[in-house]
């Protein structure tokens, strides 16, 4: 009796350890931001929450909320793991969702080509613009088309297939298929041949190209975002001990990583590092640097599907409250070794602690557990118990004063210097007790006079899915938090931590014994046996993913739906003409408290079942296989390009 009542206690503690940790999942912040890697011209941010408008700086990561504007004669690339978006002149979007699964995106004006690589079960990637929301179904290359009063709207699709939504319709868009949509409570729409490529579709399949041989894919899984720019400003190695490694070309004298940059705060991860190099993003969020014969080797850890991205992927020296180094108040850093567990210095569950070292470095569950142990469960805000290695290498910690680090300044102009024997004494934390201002939101950019007309900022646009409200200013968050937005605990543990699972959230969640192990997307593995036996039970097998063109896929990608969306019935899933079948969400039950909804975005209305209205489709969709030349363009999976027939131009383009 005394064994089955103790087992009783261990299974009820077992249970509210997951149903904490279920909880808290919910919390996590995602594993995947947006960057913007390219600029020509003037390029203007805004970040999430806020009203200025500065300049873009590389390599910043772009979350939830952000907005982009490419003024005249300008253009700009953003990536999102393996997905690419370009912009064209005169080109605002903002991100309305931008998690694990879903890329939305408000096109208010201007012109978008996205070329999509992947699209797992459960992905949503859709563009809303003022009169239409249009989602991606398949990989492919697409492009949207916005006028400049946010009348027309026009969806070119070269590979892929796309569904549009809005005045009551829905219609599918196929591949070689340029579809234009005109007004907004009623829509009319033409359906034409793909028509001949402009300057910026030349620019942008150049860009394709350029990443369909990076040589980068080989160590790496391209949905790693960043590692478009690794090959040309650096080489791979292999470092005995570590595996594949890349190391920069040419850095300057007293280079170390996290050193030529600035902090900004990002959320909902916080402190967030921004790297000056134009390659600088991959290896500052992902993976770890080792310093060996002298130099910096990037270990990029595991390739798995999808790694899980981190704000920056170092240890914090004085940074706590009450520090003072001898020459004053300052923060402190190191860049993580291979092997070294990292802390998140915001709120996230045990299963995030662990996916996001698991998916970046070599290193055990229980590792990592015991570092979770020792600073969340008992509550250690400092952890000089752990021998870090970078922590001694000479030159490897960078110190600054406090006005650099929460003003987004440049580090490297503005270094403290402190003693070696300073810097062992001093304490290691997983976080830094530095509140932010409004500057250090706004980050490294610069006032800019232009900027998005009023009439875009503030323009309207249909979706599908309901995105979340945009965010606060830092001021009014810092007030609501009595000025302590920054101190916030880890995950509050119900029990001893566990080993943990490794959750959806990094594409992967626990296997039985008899499942096969895990595959990435065609990279080679890094030799790495005991990398690999490490990863391997924590990891599903790769996700079934639609790369064919020209295959319909079974649409089953309402398993994880949004409240606001309906199932498409089964029956209906068929993409052939006549497009019958899809429903937009329609108006959900009132809630006993109303959500906050997005000022600029309608929910698409319902879709009317209009027999005429079909019977145009069908007779559309007929003429322009009639009009399709007679032999069709070759997939995009083959390096170049043939130049498209010339037919006539749809209106607007």
């Known amino acids: 009796m005394a064994l089955l009542t103790a087992f009783g206690f261990l299974l009820t503690l077992s249970s509210i350890a997951r149903a904490q940790d279920d909880e808290d999942q919910a919390q996590d912040p995602p594993g995947r931001v947006a960057r913007l890697n390219y600029s020509q011209g003037s390029i203007s941010f805004r970040p999430a929450g806020e009203d200025d408008w500065v300049t873009a700086v590389p390599n910043r990561p772009m979350v939830t909320g952000d907005d982009l504007w490419a003024d005249e004669n300008s253009r700009a690339e953003?990536?999102?793991?393996?997905?690419?978006?370009?912009?064209?002149?005169?080109?605002?979007?903002?991100?309305?969702?931008?998690?694990?699964?879903?890329?939305?995106?408000?096109?208010?004006?201007?012109?978008?080509?996205?070329?999509?690589?992947?699209?797992?079960?459960?992905?949503?990637?859709?563009i809303d613009t003022p009169?239409?929301?249009?989602?991606?179904?398949?990989?492919?290359?697409?492009?949207?088309?916005?006028s400049q009063d946010?009348?027309?709207?026009?969806?070119?699709?070269?590979?892929?297939?796309?569904?549009?939504?809005?005045?009551?319709?829905?219609?599918?868009?196929?591949?070689?298929?340029?579809?234009?949509?005109?007004?907004?409570?009623?829509?009319?729409?033409?359906?034409?041949?793909?028509?001949?490529?402009?300057?910026?579709?030349?620019?942008?399949?150049?860009?394709?190209?350029?990443?369909?041989?990076?040589?980068?894919?080989?160590?790496?899984?391209?949905?790693?975002?960043?590692?478009?720019?690794?090959?040309?400003?650096?080489?791979?190695?292999?470092?005995?001990?570590?595996?594949?490694?890349?190391?920069?070309?040419?850095?300057?004298?007293?280079?170390?990583?996290?050193?030529?940059?600035?902090?900004?705060?990002?959320?909902?991860?916080?402190?967030t590092w921004v790297e000056d190099e134009p390659w600088g993003f991959a290896p500052f969020h992902y993976g770890r640097w080792a310093f060996v014969n002298s130099g910096w080797f990037w270990v990029p850890g595991p390739v798995v599907v999808r790694p899980v991205w981190a704000p920056a992927l170092v240890a914090f020296v004085g940074g706590g409250p009450g520090f003072h180094f001898s020459g004053g108040v300052g923060v402190?850093?190191?860049?993580?070794?291979?092997?070294?567990?990292?802390?998140?210095?915001?709120?996230?569950?045990?299963?995030?602690?662990?996916?996001?070292?698991?998916?970046?470095?070599?290193?055990?569950?229980?590792?990592?557990?015991?570092v979770y142990n020792t600073v969340i469960v008992n509550k250690t805000t400092t952890i000089n118990n752990i021998t870090y290695v970078n922590q001694h290498v000479t030159n490897g910690v960078t110190v600054v004063d406090h006005d650099t680090f929460v003003n987004a300044r440049p580090v490297a102009n503005?270094?403290?210097?402190?003693?070696?024997?300073?810097?062992?004494?001093?304490?290691?934390?997983?976080?830094?007790?530095?509140?932010?201002?409004?500057?250090?939101?706004?980050?490294?950019?610069?006032?800019?006079?232009?900027?998005?007309?009023?009439?875009?900022?503030?323009?309207?646009?249909?979706?599908?899915?309901?995105?979340?409200?945009?965010?606060?200013?830092?001021?009014?968050?810092?007030?609501?938090?009595?000025?302590?937005?920054?101190?916030?605990?880890l995950v509050k543990p119900a029990g001893p931590a566990q080993p943990a699972q490794m959750s959806q959230g990094a594409r992967t969640q626990p296997t039985q014994p008899s499942q096969p192990g895990f595959k990435p997307f065609g990279q080679p593995n890094t030799g790495n046996t005991q990398v690999n036996n490490q990863v391997k039970p924590m990891l599903k097998p790769q996700p079934r993913v639609y790369e064919a063109q020209g295959?319909?896929?079974?649409?089953?990608?309402?398993v994880q739906q949004p409240e606001n969306r309906n199932p498409e019935p089964q029956a209906n899933r068929n993409p052939q003409p006549p497009n019958q079948g899809f429903r937009p969400p329609q108006q959900q039950e009132p809630r006993p408290a109303p959500q906050e909804t997005h000022p600029l975005v309608h929910t698409a209305p319902p879709?009317?079942?209009?027999?005429?209205?079909?019977?145009?489709?069908?007779?559309?969709?007929?003429?322009?296989?009639?009009?399709?030349?007679?032999?069709?363009?070759?997939?995009?999976?083959?390096?170049?390009?043939?130049?498209p027939s010339k037919p006539e131009k749809p209106k607007g383009r």
Not at 102 to 123: F, K, N, P, W
Not at 131 to 146: H, K, S, T
Not at 442 to 470: L, M, Q
Request: charged share 20%; hydrophobic share 30%.
């Open 78 to 126: 953003v990536h999102i793991g393996s997905a690419a978006i370009r912009l064209g002149d005169k080109t605002g979007i903002t991100f309305l969702t931008l998690d694990d699964n879903t890329t939305q995106i408000r096109l208010a004006q201007g012109s978008l080509i996205l070329r999509v690589r992947h699209v797992d079960d459960d992905d949503t990637y859709e």
């Open 131 to 146: 009169n239409i929301a249009f989602n991606l179904l398949q990989p492919g290359e697409y492009r949207v088309d916005v």
């Open 150 to 271: 946010g009348s027309q709207t026009i969806t070119t699709v070269w590979h892929g297939r796309g569904r549009v939504t809005g005045g009551g319709f829905s219609y599918n868009v196929f591949a070689n298929q340029s579809a234009t949509f005109t007004g907004s409570d009623h829509l009319d729409y033409d359906l034409g041949q793909i028509p001949d490529r402009d300057g910026f579709d030349d620019w942008a399949f150049q860009r394709d190209d350029r990443e369909d041989h990076a040589d980068s894919a080989n160590y790496v899984s391209r949905e790693m975002t960043g590692y478009e720019d690794l090959d040309e400003y650096g080489d791979w190695s292999y470092v005995a001990g570590y595996g594949p490694c890349w190391r920069p070309r040419a850095v300057v004298g007293g280079w170390a990583p996290y050193r030529y940059g600035h902090w900004a705060y990002v959320g909902p991860w916080g402190w």
């Open 332 to 370: 402190g850093w190191f860049p993580l070794a291979p092997g070294e567990v990292y802390v998140p210095g915001y709120h996230v569950s045990r299963t995030y602690v662990n996916n996001i070292n698991i998916t970046n470095t070599t290193v055990n569950v229980t590792k990592v557990t015991n």
């Open 414 to 489: 503005h270094v403290m210097r402190v003693e070696p024997r300073e810097i062992a004494a001093a304490p290691v934390s997983h976080f830094v007790a530095a509140e932010p201002i409004r500057t250090s939101v706004i980050g490294a950019g610069h006032p800019v006079a232009v900027r998005p007309p009023v009439s875009v900022i503030s323009r309207p646009v249909v979706a599908v899915r309901t995105p979340p409200p945009p965010p606060h200013p830092i001021e009014q968050r810092q007030a609501q938090a009595g000025g302590h937005l920054n101190e916030q605990a």
């Open 551 to 558: 295959t319909a896929e079974p649409e089953n990608r309402n």
């Open 607 to 643: 879709v009317q079942h209009n027999e005429q209205q079909e019977r145009q489709q069908e007779q559309k969709f007929q003429q322009w296989q009639q009009q399709r030349p007679a032999a069709s363009p070759p997939p995009r999976q083959q390096p170049s390009r043939p130049e």
